[in-house]
């Protein structure tokens, strides 16, 4: 049972440019998590969806991120025009559908650096 | 601002001796809470759960809860060298809006040492 999946594991972005970063949820997991981990700083959570629906994105910064989970395919975190800033590791969890759904599973993350 | 706090550490102890990690939490209607493990590099990696007062044990890892003090621990008898890596403490609970959302602490850097 194939666990989180998050690609890519690193991504050099100059300022500027897009980053995406993609999840697929483990397997019969319908939720899905973004945090964000500064270096020397906790997990900071960014976003909840469930397929075609954010649930809660008020840790999302207002301008340049985005996040979806389609009704097909992994989600993606957006990050537009890059600034060095966003340099981070950011982590992808999934959570089962029901009583479970609180329970967290964490992928290996997307190392971002912005130059 | 719902807060996690925890002792950054490193806290030292010898191979074989129990290693004691504790949290704090500010939010009186945290729902569930988590420890998870961190190595350098890599992701959070989910040892224990728990939901109710009192302790839980799953194999090395006893952890304890105790909401009227608004207080979480993690004991980890017998320790090891590979236990070395920093501890996440989390909490979560539901907000008005609905869903989860997980608020972590910093971390305790636990050093097992030979």
């Known amino acids: 049972n194939a666990g989180v999946m998050q690609n890519p594991r690193h991504l050099v972005r100059r300022r500027g440019q897009e980053a995406r970063l993609r999840c697929s949820p483990m397997k019969g997991h319908s939720h899905v998590y973004w945090y964000r981990q500064l270096p020397e700083e906790g997990l900071k959570f960014m976003v909840y969806l469930q397929k075609e629906n954010i649930i809660d994105e008020s840790g999302m910064p207002k301008e340049r991120f985005s996040a979806e989970f389609p009704k097909e395919g992994p989600s993606i975190l957006r990050i537009q025009q890059v600034v060095r800033g966003d340099s981070a590791a950011y982590f992808c969890?999934?959570?089962?559908?029901?009583?479970?759904?609180?329970?967290?599973?964490f992928g290996p993350g997307t190392r971002l650096l912005v130059l | 601002q719902k807060e996690v706090e925890q002792n950054s550490g490193p806290l030292s102890v010898p191979e074989g001796a129990i290693a004691s990690l504790n949290c704090t939490y500010s939010?009186?209607?945290?729902?569930?809470f988590f420890w998870y493990r961190q190595y350098s590099g890599k992701s959070p990696e989910l040892i224990m759960s728990?939901?109710?007062?009192g302790d839980k044990e799953d194999g090395r890892f006893t952890a304890q809860l105790n909401k009227a003090s608004q207080y979480v621990s993690l004991l980890i008898r017998d320790s090891q060298p590979s236990d070395s890596a920093t501890y996440l403490c989390a909490v979560n609970w539901i907000p008005a809006g609905g869903g989860n959302k997980l608020t972590f602490g910093t971390g305790t850097q636990l050093k097992v040492e030979l």
């Open positions: 939010d009186r209607v945290s729902q569930s």
């Open positions: 728990i939901y109710s007062n």
């Open positions: 969890a999934s959570s089962p559908p029901g009583s479970l759904a609180e329970t967290q599973y």
